[in-house]
């Protein structure tokens, strides 16, 4: 016990120091699980509209398919970005393998099922809602998914939300594409089984603390924009 009130005590200390090597590291996963969300919204979000006031043929099964990659496992997933960016891969001439852009790839692949599939059940709800009366106005295919998307920008941003909290825990894909190589490709989860590894117990909880900090932060800010919860509201 008294081990772990020290590697605390340590810790707390590395946060209000704002020790230069928890700060590169934190800032580097800041922007890499940044820009994954990012990217994979702009995809995900109008796909996931489209498929919702889309009907056409194995439509049914295309959602299934979704769904199902949902529980995609990461270390499958940076198994595969790693062969296909690895020296005898299809992509391996624009080295990329062991770079932060390899680690937003990874994330990207992981979070877009989510955001795909969360923004398409949130749709679909409101077109059954909406449908009468976009048609009725002669809205275009593209002014539904745009009125739609506006809509649902609350449930969207919880999509987000939950990309986001997804990309930034993970470990496994980012360790296989990333490398873990220091002042390069070190971010907080691949830090953290790192120093934990090397018996760093405290810098190893200044960074988990940090991820925890991150993930409050994230949600009271998701709430305050989205203004759920509401006083008077239930």
Do not use: C
Request: glycine fraction near 8%.
């Amino acid at each position: 016990m008294a081990d772990i009130l020290a590697a605390l005590s340590q810790a707390f200390w590395l946060l209000i120091t704002f020790d230069a090597d928890l700060m590169e590291i934190v800032l580097r996963s800041l922007k890499v699980t940044i820009t994954a969300v990012v990217i994979a919204s702009l995809i995900g979000l109008p796909v996931g509209a489209w498929l919702a006031i889309r009907r056409f043929r194995y439509r049914r099964y295309v959602i299934a398919f979704i769904n199902a990659l949902m529980g995609l496992p990461p270390v499958v997933v940076g198994l595969i970005v790693y062969i296909l960016l690895s020296r005898a891969g299809p992509f391996g001439v624009l080295d990329l393998l062991f770079t932060p852009t390899a680690m937003v790839i990874a994330q990207i692949i992981i979070i877009l099922p989510i955001l795909i599939s969360i923004t398409h059940q949130s749709i679909r709800d409101l077109w059954s809602i909406y449908h009468d009366l976009l048609i009725s106005i002669g809205a275009s295919r593209w002014q539904r998914m745009m009125t739609l998307l506006w809509d649902a920008r609350r449930a969207l941003l919880t999509a987000v939300l939950a990309g986001f909290g997804r990309a930034i825990g993970e470990v496994g894909a980012i360790m296989i594409v990333g490398g873990n190589i220091d002042h390069v490709t070190r971010v907080l989860t691949t830090a953290i089984a790192l120093e934990t590894g090397k018996g760093d117990f405290a810098l190893a909880l200044a960074l988990g603390l940090v991820l925890i900090l991150i993930a409050i932060l994230l949600n009271l800010l998701i709430h305050s924009i989205s203004r759920t919860e509401r006083e008077g509201t239930w």
